[in-house]
């Protein structure tokens, strides 16, 4: 486990943006008939996502997050001194959508910018980064973007993921004041589970072919999707959250010195409705204290949690209060912080 510290720095801003399409799971029946869609919404819990246009990207949900952020708190553009962008659906193999997010915003060439490929787990991975990067004094603030188009990814003729992934970015203005105290991350890997969630073909491994664009039938429940479509092995990822997750939980807990009658809100990655009522149920958590947005949104992949405190908690953190994130999924990994949130602004998600 890397046990990560902090001092005197945290969000003093987050945003997000949604696409204007909403997609009705229930009557998500192209590929399926309607009596089948409903045993699988019901169980997932997915009622409502978001789905971007052909022609919009993760940055662009990035960007229409980002430059409201910047606006409202009247931030000088020159001021920001490293941009992130965490996401499995950039813009292009190359170059780095950060760069071009560093010129789209208006940022000084001065600006540090790259891009960090995580999934799940990805936003609390690019909270350690900025985190440590504001540990260096000459740096003040760091721009997070995290954008997700999963709606790209996955097949629409596999029940087995068609019915669970959407889209949405957000951006978190990250800064140094000392009302913000400690912070404590705790972030983990296990490459030998990565075939749990995986993209097969279409990268340098296994690169595209007209073969592996073909859809072809994948189970003996005639699901359908090609080699450059994602996959997951449901069984396998709820063994991995219910083996690493809790026991993760509890060590940061325990190595922060931190009580759970401390935390204010729990916020988990929302993978599925399932998913999240085990962790509720295993970890003996009140639901009033622990936020969803599965219903709304789905499973948005690292932009789930910040996009949950958009959703859920914009009132409640204007107000000082202690969270724990916790991610996981693709890698796979797995990623837990317990961060203080004092004065946070908040504005209305976005739709574009």
């Not at 486990?1 to 799971?25: C, E, H, W």
């Not at 780095?96 to 997010?101: D, E």
């Not at 995290?146 to 669970?164: C, H, L, M, N, Q």
């Not at 970015?169 to 140094?176: D, Q, R, S, T, Y």
């Amino acid at each position: 486990m890397a046990y990560l510290t902090f001092d005197g720095i945290g969000i003093s801003g987050l945003a997000a943006a949604v696409p204007k399409k909403v997609i009705d799971n229930y009557n998500y029946t192209e590929h399926f008939p309607k009596e089948d869609v409903k045993d699988v919404v019901d169980k997932v819990g997915v009622l409502e996502r978001r789905f971007t246009d052909e022609n919009t990207t993760s940055s662009d949900l990035c960007y229409a997050a980002a430059d409201q952020l910047l606006n409202d708190m009247e931030i000088d553009r020159a001021s920001v001194d490293v941009l992130l962008f965490v996401s499995q659906t950039p813009d292009y193999k190359m170059p780095a959508t950060a760069i071009i997010l560093q010129d789209r915003l208006g940022l000084p060439k001065t600006t540090m910018a790259y891009d960090i490929n995580m999934g799940c787990s990805g936003f609390i991975h690019g909270l350690s980064i900025a985190y440590s990067y504001l540990q260096q004094p000459a740096i003040n603030r760091v721009l997070l973007l995290d954008g997700e188009t999963r709606s790209k990814v996955y097949s629409p003729k596999d029940r087995k993921t068609a019915f669970i992934f959407g889209d949405a970015g957000v951006a978190a203005l990250i800064e140094k004041k000392a009302d913000f105290g400690s912070s404590f991350m705790s972030i983990n890997s296990d490459g030998s589970r990565s075939h749990l969630i995986r993209i097969d073909a279409g990268a340098y491994r296994n690169p595209s072919t007209p073969e592996t664009l073909k859809e072809k039938v994948v189970d003996e429940y005639g699901n359908m999707r090609s080699e450059e479509q994602g996959y997951m092995n449901g069984p396998d990822v709820f063994s991995f959250l219910n083996r690493e997750v809790p026991k993760d939980i509890k060590s940061l807990l325990e190595g922060s010195e931190t009580s759970r009658e401390e935390i204010d809100y729990w916020v988990f990655h929302q993978a599925n409705s399932f998913m999240n009522q085990y962790l509720l149920k295993k970890l003996k958590l009140d639901s009033d204290i622990v936020p969803s947005s599965i219903e709304k949104f789905g499973n948005t992949s690292s932009v789930s949690i910040p996009l949950t405190i958009v959703y859920r908690l914009q009132e409640e953190l204007k107000t000082r209060k202690k969270l724990l994130l916790s991610g996981f999924g693709v890698g796979m990994s797995w990623a837990s912080a317990i961060l203080n949130f004092d004065k946070c602004y908040i504005p209305e998600i976005i739709e574009i």
